[in-house]
């Protein structure tokens, strides 16, 4: 092999196992790729949001595309949520709001261990501006506040 590809190898096997094990480290059942984020929260055993992104799309329970502004031609963006550790099972809300008006509010269902689930809504040319989604707790605790926007 020629030293000219030596660099192009080594980066394509960064990016396969970069990939490969996000791709697994998001499943429901094997946790995430950070040690750190892996771990239970054993002291307070309390609802713990460890991941959130407004994406294009979810795909092996992680985030495609994850950004802060979108093209209305993208169709779709969605809100992904990842918890661990989950104490209970228990329901967590994404309300997406335009220019400061609740549009829907998605109750999502989560479950033990850990859990990862996602809302989404359809695009039009009439939603171009802000947006946010505000996560909340089934006690209506802010948990997280995610900011965006759709352009042409």
């Known amino acids: 092999m020629k ?5 192009f190898n080594i980066l394509f096997i960064f990016l396969l196992v970069y990939f490969s094990l996000s791709a697994r480290g998001l499943s429901q ?3 995430t790729s950070d040690s750190r984020s892996n771990q239970p929260d054993k002291v307070s055993g309390k609802l713990t949001l460890r991941r959130a992104a407004i994406c294009e799309g979810v795909k092996d329970y ?3 595309n994850e950004a802060i502004v979108f093209s209305v031609a993208v169709g779709k963006v969605f809100c992904f949520t990842y918890f661990n550790p989950v104490p209970e099972e228990t329901v967590i ?3 997406w ?3 400061d008006r609740l549009i829907t509010k998605q109750k999502l269902s989560l479950k033990t261990p850990q859990w990862a689930t996602y809302s989404s809504i359809q695009l039009r040319d009439s939603d171009k501006g802000p947006w946010r989604v505000a996560i909340t ?7 997280r506040l ?3 926007s759709i352009t042409d």
């Open 146 to 148: 995610l900011r965006f």
């Open 97 to 99: 709001f335009y220019r």
């Open 29 to 31: 059942e094997g946790g």
């Open 62 to 64: 992680a985030p495609e």
């Open 3 to 7: 030293l000219a590809f030596r660099p």
């Open 93 to 95: 809300y994404h309300s």
């Open 137 to 143: 707790d089934q006690a209506n605790v802010a948990l």
